[in-house]
């Protein structure tokens, strides 16, 4: 069982930078796989990036790669989300999770935080 808690968000302008954390609680963290998902106003919920639990290996949407980096510090059950060159189409909700295997779908995490706002002003 794992707890996340986001934090990070606001407003930004566009080319502007923001991290987003994830807060984990629980003694198997460092099995997860972590992704961030995000969800703008009348859209499905989309993976953004993931990191997998020992973070030998990330994966990013084709629209924040190059621009997002994600991270983990295990000792500290910590998973960040770098943010560069924010365009207004990156606002929404952002979620990280929690899940047994590396993936972009979804249905394969079973452990959710609220969510924490994201807006990125033209």
């Known amino acids: 069982q794992v707890q996340l808690v986001e934090s990070g968000g606001g407003l930004v302008q566009a080319e502007g930078s923001l991290r987003l954390s994830c807060a984990a609680s629980?003694?198997?963290?460092?099995?997860?796989?972590i992704a961030w998902f995000r969800q703008a106003p009348g859209k499905e919920r989309g993976f953004v990036a993931g990191?997998?639990?020992?973070?030998?290996?990330?994966l990013y949407a084709n629209s924040v790669k190059g621009r997002f980096t994600i991270s983990r510090d295990n000792a500290e059950n910590m998973v960040y989300l770098q943010m560069n060159s924010l365009k207004p189409e990156d606002t929404g909700v952002y979620y990280c999770?929690?899940?047994?295997?590396?993936?972009?779908?979804?249905?394969?995490?079973?452990?959710w935080g609220q969510g924490t706002q994201v807006t990125v002003s033209s």
């Open positions: 999770a929690a899940g047994p295997v590396a993936s972009t779908q979804l249905s394969q995490y079973d452990h």
């Open positions: 990191i997998t639990g020992n973070a030998r290996s990330t």
């Open positions: 629980g003694r198997t963290f460092s099995t997860y796989t």
